[in-house]
């Protein structure tokens, strides 16, 4: 059975850079699309960015565009997230998740129902 582990959280003054893993087991991850997410307190569960099997990625929130990068090394069975120029609205839980039915002509969508396999997340928080 897939499992995920989130790793790489913690406090940050803003302007900073934090690189988020998560680490599978179980299973390798070559044949899934993985997502980040986050839920901040009081707010809803939303998709960050994901990447395909191949190496597509698709951004979710318009406002870590250009400062959030995805990748993967399926050799680590690992996926990253490198935030850099980090903000206060930042501050949430992150997790991954995965999936094998996501991808369609070689696109993956950070829409959180999508997935199947998710982590237990890992706290970012972005103070001065």
């Known amino acids: 059975q897939l499992q995920l582990v989130e790793s790489g959280g913690g406090l940050v003054q803003p302007g900073g850079s934090l690189r988020l893993s998560c680490a599978a087991s179980?299973?390798?991850?070559?044949?899934?699309?993985i997502g980040w997410f986050r839920q901040a307190p009081g707010k809803e569960r939303e998709g960050v960015s994901c990447i395909t099997s191949s190496g597509g990625t698709t951004n979710g929130a318009d406002s870590v565009k250009g400062r959030f990068t995805i990748s993967r090394d399926n050799a680590k069975n690992t996926v990253y997230l490198q935030m850099n120029d980090l903000k206060a609205e930042d501050t949430a839980v992150y997790y991954c998740?995965?999936?094998?039915?996501?991808?369609?002509?070689?696109?993956?969508?950070?829409?959180?129902?999508?997935?199947?396999?998710w982590g237990q997340g890992t706290q970012v928080t972005v103070s001065s």
């Open positions: 179980g299973s390798t991850l070559d044949g899934y699309a």
């Open positions: 998740a995965a999936g094998r039915r996501i991808t369609w002509f070689g696109v993956c969508v950070p829409a959180p129902a999508k997935y199947d396999y």
